[in-house]
């Protein structure tokens, strides 16, 4: 009977093991997926998100969100991989509505696209088909998670301008061009001499 006893809590132990333990990898579903979008947009507007990232207290709580409301455990790992597949499918979008030939609907929140060029552009990118002539769903609420992660190069300043005095409405010429103020200068290989 011990060695029964024994046999029995040992594979007890290894079936509470089996379930408490996880392989790492997280498939959403898209409830899952929805609510966490939903979630993580509340966080923005309290404030927990900064650079391209969210704070140490948003992956926490939406851990925890995500327990209470499905009762399934997930890890900070599977929350930054999601993340990461939400600010992919983001920047398709961002990509497809900069595109020459789409339209946008603010008010349906859809990319437009003629029903010919539709046709002709999904056979070549059937990966973008979720996104042409249908309402993004939470549209709104992924440019709050994802918006300004993408570098666009909007306020880039080329080499010779001033920085900090606004180009656009400058004008009163300068003294020199840019390329006169370093005339001065003459590069000798790896040496400058003045």
Request: charged share 25%; with cysteine.
């Amino acid at each position: 009977m011990d060695g029964y006893d024994a046999f029995e809590s040992s594979q007890a132990s290894s079936a509470m093991r089996t379930t408490t333990t996880t392989s790492g990898h997280k498939r959403w579903t898209p409830s899952e997926s929805r609510y966490f979008i939903r979630f993580m947009a509340s966080q923005v507007e309290e404030g927990l998100k900064v650079d391209k990232g969210f704070k140490p207290q948003a992956i926490h709580a939406a851990i925890r969100a995500m327990k209470q409301a499905f009762g399934v455990v997930v890890t900070e790992a599977n929350v930054s991989n999601h993340l990461k597949t939400i600010r992919r499918r983001w920047a398709r979008i961002k990509r497809l509505k900069e595109m020459s030939g789409m339209g946008w609907d603010n008010n349906l929140k859809m990319i437009v696209m003629g029903e010919a060029e539709y046709r002709d552009y999904v056979q070549i990118h059937p990966q973008d088909e979720p996104y042409l002539n249908k309402t993004i769903e939470d549209h709104d609420l992924l440019e709050a998670i994802c918006g300004n992660d993408q570098a666009t190069g909007r306020y880039a300043v080329q080499f010779g301008n001033t920085i900090g005095t606004q180009m656009d409405y400058n004008t009163e010429p300068s003294e020199f061009s840019p390329l006169e103020q370093y005339n001065e200068f003459f590069f000798w290989g790896d040496k400058c001499t003045w």
